[in-house]
């Protein structure tokens, strides 16, 4: 419950700070490589490693594959992030708005998608297969869903993708420091998700504890 606590305190806060942050932070923060996307990109890494630990100390099978099924997403999430991994190669060019990292140059760039495409398949064979729908129902019924963590994301990339320029219309809305705002508002959505994978694990260990209680009752 901490866990929730602290993870649902520091996303509201960068959430809320995202503009007054994009108006003070200089522009080189929200480049690539630099400190606002390696943020989001080291959240991304412990959602993931968080969720392989719950797996690790779930006691029920069908917790022990929801986990499994969670930490995979977390991996295409961080993957899509570091650019499937230019981030980690020498920028292609240099430009006033910091480098860019291509992924055309990958020499393992037409693997990326069908690999993306058949880990999605293997999530969907283990929701199946194991059930997870009825797990998730549970959590539905509980009252636990993550609706609200879920919601906020949504909004935060959202935000993201218009400060990007895709947002058609609403693209004046964004004003000045697009790239720190679009770059501040994925870190926030990614905070968004870890909180949501918190509350799930929170009512997890909530169920255990009562199930632990009526067994020893």
Partial sequence: MFCLRLSFTVAVLATVAVYPLARILPDWMA??????????????????????LYQHRSEERKWKWLWRAAAPLWLILLAREL???AAFYPPTQMTIDGPIFSSDHLWYKPVVYPLVALIGVAIVYIVLRHRLVDKAGEVIRAGAAPWLEMLLALVCIAVATIAEGHGGVLNGWIGGH????????ELAAALW???GQARVRAFQLKESRTGDLLRTS
């Fill in 178 to 185: 697009s790239m720190l705002i679009e770059e501040l508002a």
């Fill in 83 to 85: 650019s499937w991994g």
């Fill in 193 to 195: 998700l870890f909180t």
């Fill in 31 to 52: 480049w690539e490589n630099q400190p606002v996307e390696n943020a989001g990109s080291l959240v991304l890494l412990v959602g993931m490693v968080t969720a392989l």
